[in-house]
């Protein structure tokens, strides 16, 4: 007898679901998603479980952090760039209905290249031992270079490189970043200034790759060493980085950010463990439990800023002339290494000749995803 066989999956979206760095999110190909922007939306807000706190009905983590999109597809060559594949970040809220392409996002980055091998996006030579792909950040319109390495044709993930904030190691991910400077606000420096005054508190406002206010964290009345929580629980500092990020917001060509998550707080002290400054980073109203990775490079370049808060108070080997090297960012789990390159010109006028970094990620689960029937 002849038994009728249906789609297992009606109703489903392919998906990966990979570990970026220290964040967590769902990969997609873009052709698996509605062309229209408002219907895609809608869509992984119902796959994620927003609105709602705990995205009990969804495959989000709680947490912006693992409340994140990537849409990957190959390069559509409209660009003046040059890139292999093209990777459009989409930042979902948690307890509210929201979703922002108005930042990059350099921890899901880490997992494009496998993600694009993974999909056959981009084919390797079955004898390669390393992949390089050029990936097109969407948000931007800048490039990063992913390199990564593969096995038979496929992405190694194994390795015995260490991150802050994951347990264990895994395979290490170079990501080199190509004129990201002022990519979200038109310039590295969009006031021109390297310390502007807002509320009485000196702040760089700095893009490079990402929207960062950086201020001493002793100008909020904080020693910069507390955890999450407790910062979390400070209303009166909540209270005050939301007045200055909302002010930001204009001086940084971002216009109103009341429904935004940019730009990013972040709060600087001297170091305690072997880095060269310590972090607190509010993203824009969680602090985050380590540092997102172009807030870490926004944030590295301000410490190569002369008069700058984090220039202040920088230590180690990096201290002196903004020559560039690695710069150590110690966070609330550990330490994150930024390479930069800055040169002051005659002109006083900045300009980033390096931004690189080393990542890790992880491919946690590959099938399809069933958005909830209600909105």
């Not at 989409?90 to 929201?98: I, K, R, T, W």
């Not at 496998?114 to 056959?120: I, S, T």
């Not at 420096?189 to 406002?205: A, H, K, Q, S």
């Not at 607190?280 to 190569?304: D, K």
């Amino acid at each position: 007898m002849m038994v009728a066989v249906t789609d297992p999956t009606p109703g489903g979206v392919r998906c990966i679901i990979m570990r970026g760095g220290t964040s967590k999110g769902a990969y997609f190909l873009a052709g698996d998603l509605p062309d229209h922007e408002a219907e895609r939306d809608e869509l992984l807000l119902r796959i994620m479980g927003t609105p709602d706190p705990r995205q009990i009905d969804g495959i989000g983590g709680a947490n912006p952090l693992t409340s994140k999109v990537a849409v990957v597809s190959a390069t559509d060559g409209e660009s003046a760039v040059e890139a292999d594949v093209d990777y459009l970040f989409l930042q979902l809220g948690v307890d509210e209905p929201m979703v922002t392409d108005r930042q990059n996002c350099g921890n899901l980055l880490a997992g494009v290249g496998p993600f694009a091998v993974e999909r056959g996006l981009f084919a390797v030579d079955p004898n390669a031992t390393d992949a390089m792909i050029r990936i097109r950040m969407i948000n931007t319109d800048s490039i990063a270079t992913a390199s990564f390495p593969v096995a038979g044709g496929q992405p190694v993930y194994a390795g015995d490189t260490a991150i802050s904030g994951v347990p264990g190691t895994a395979a290490a991910i170079r990501l080199d970043f190509e004129d990201i400077a002022g990519g979200s606000c038109g310039a590295l420096l969009p006031t021109g200034n390297y310390v502007d005054e807002i509320d009485g508190v000196e702040c760089t406002l700095v893009d490079n790759g990402m929207p960062v206010v950086v201020m001493a964290a002793s100008a909020l009345g904080i020693d910069g060493h507390e955890n999450c929580a407790d910062l979390e629980a400070n209303e009166n500092l909540r209270h005050r980085l939301e007045s200055i990020r909302l002010k930001a917001g204009p001086l940084m060509n971002l216009g109103d950010v009341s429904d935004t998550s940019v730009p990013k707080l972040t709060m600087v002290s001297e170091p305690r463990t072997g880095g060269h400054l310590n972090t607190r980073t509010f993203i824009p109203h969680r602090c985050h439990e380590a540092i997102g990775v172009l807030g870490a490079v926004s944030v590295a370049t301000a410490a190569m800023l002369p008069g700058s808060p984090a220039a202040g108070l920088l230590t180690g080997k990096a201290t002196g002339p903004p020559t560039g090297g690695v710069v150590t960012l110690e966070h609330p789990t550990g330490v994150f290494d930024a390479a930069i390159e800055v040169v002051i010109g005659d002109d006083g006028h900045p300009e980033v000749r390096r931004a690189g970094i080393i990542r890790t990620a992880r491919k946690l689960m590959d099938g399809v995803v069933f958005p909830r029937e209600y909105s």
